[in-house]
Every structure is written in structure tokens, then in C-alpha cells.
């Protein structure tokens, strides 16, 4: 249901019932009539809740590499920078 509920087109109509300029607000009643699409087999529900799990943990995976190698770039750029590694112009 979170994924749902994330989505661009749920987002979308619920962007749609909120009110106000400086602080959106949307009531309760508004929020209850905003349909959120859901499969009805609970097979299906399970093998989609799967997939995106699964996801996550990639994207979650690679975030962590992601951050490995930019400590690792950071610590090359320090020894460059502080003469600790010379660069050969060759």
C-alpha cells in the first residue's frame, strides 16, 4: 500500500484536494476519497510486494557502494592535494 500511496498518480490527486498557499493542508474526508489503486488477489499483492522488496535492496545496495567510493575519490583528492601522491605528466 506504501508504494501505492508514493506513486506519481496518487500523488498527483492528492496534490490535487490540498488547500492553501503558504501551508497545504488536506482534510481527512479529502484524503479518504482519493483512490488508491490496489491489486485484489492477495497472490498478486504478495509477488508485487516481492519485487519492490527487492528493489529496494538493490537500490539500497548501490547507495552503500556509491558512498564507499566517493570516501575512497575523497581520500585519493586529499593525496593529490596534499602532495602525498605526485602525478607523473606522462
Do not use: C
Not at 496534490?15 to 489503486?37: C, H
Not at 510486494?49 to 539500497?60: H, M, V
Amino acid at each position: 500500500m506504501l508504494w501505492a500511496i508514493r506513486s506519481n498518480v496518487v500523488q498527483s490527486l492528492i496534490d490535487a484536494r490540498t488547500k492553501g498557499s503558504t501551508f497545504n493542508e488536506i482534510t481527512l474526508g479529502a484524503l479518504r476519497k482519493v483512490p488508491i489503486p490496489h491489486p485484489t488477489s492477495l497472490k498478486e499483492q504478495k509477488k508485487i510486494t516481492e519485487r519492490l522488496d527487492s528493489a529496494s535492496k538493490k537500490l539500497d545496495e548501490e547507495r552503500s557502494y556509491m558512498r564507499e567510493l566517493k570516501n575512497v575519490k575523497r581520500g585519493l583528492m586529499q593525496d593529490l592535494l596534499t602532495g602525498k601522491v605526485r602525478v607523473n605528466p606522462e
